[in-house]
């Protein structure tokens, strides 16, 4: 089996398309989508364009908060979904198990297998990494959740693959990430119109979309600077 990766889209639907129409042009057997579509501008689209390709989907942090309507900006995500894909939603799992072409058993998750908001980075010591994902059966674990890609391999311990992210990277350049899976590993990359998709993310309502996208979709925000910032808070857990 040869699987795409799809995470942390966020409602950027340009971003989401580009990426769709890249898929076209592989030879992909199933689309996981690995959480965090929700918690952006175009939550409704996004689910509407994906859904047709009966994705594997698995929950993540901000489908919960945006469920539970836990902030401001989340209550607003969660008032422009019906209530089917609120209900949608509300079923998808916390992980799921493929067999890969090449890779073997693979575990998706949002963000640890035990967590979806336990944060794991590309420098995150290995000691650490091996007891986030200790119990762990597959020999890959795929993950997301800081939205910077990564391919890991840690003595003692599943090889660890961040998928990076479709809709709000921060890998330094733009873009809209992912990754293809079976027999090798590869992280992807997908360009795309972002100030066109910039102005339309300005015309969603989304709460400060300007400011939470623009640095990110143009670039400005770096892999260095976002994987210390998530080891910052992830030492103080």
């Known amino acids: 089996m040869r699987v795409a990766a799809l995470y942390d889209v966020h409602g950027n639907l340009p971003a989401l398309v580009a990426v769709l129409a890249e898929l076209e042009r592989e030879d992909v057997d199933t689309l996981v989508v690995g959480g965090d ?39 607003w995500c969660r008032a422009q979904l019906g209530e089917d894909d609120l209900a949608f939603v509300s079923g998808w799992p916390l992980t799921a198990e493929l067999q890969l072409n090449g890779l073997g058993s693979a575990l998706f998750c ?39 890609q990564y391919d890991r391999r840690v003595s003692g311990a599943p090889r660890l693959v961040n998928a990076g992210s479709v ?54 925000a770096s892999a260095e600077s976002a994987t210390a910032y998530f080891e910052s808070k992830r030492r103080e857990r």
Request: aromatic residues 8%; contains cysteine.
């Open 167 to 220: 809709g709000l990277p921060y890998q330094g350049e733009p873009g809209a990430f992912w990754a293809l899976l079976g027999p090798e590993v590869e992280l992807r990359r997908v360009t795309y119109d972002v100030d066109a998709a910039l102005a339309s993310l300005a015309t969603s309502g989304f709460p400060s979309a300007a400011e939470i996208f623009g640095d990110s979709l143009r670039g400005a």
């Open 110 to 148: 949002h963000a640890t297998p035990r967590s979806d908001e336990e944060i794991l980075t590309r420098t995150t010591p290995e000691e650490d990494v091996a007891v986030s994902l200790s119990g762990v059966d597959a020999g890959v674990v795929v993950c997301g959740h800081t939205h910077v």
């Open 37 to 75: 579509v929700l918690w952006g501008p175009f939550q409704a689209e996004c689910l509407a364009a994906l859904r047709p390709y009966d994705p594997l989907f698995v929950a993540g942090n901000c489908e919960r908060d945006v469920l539970a309507a836990v902030n401001e900006s989340s209550a």
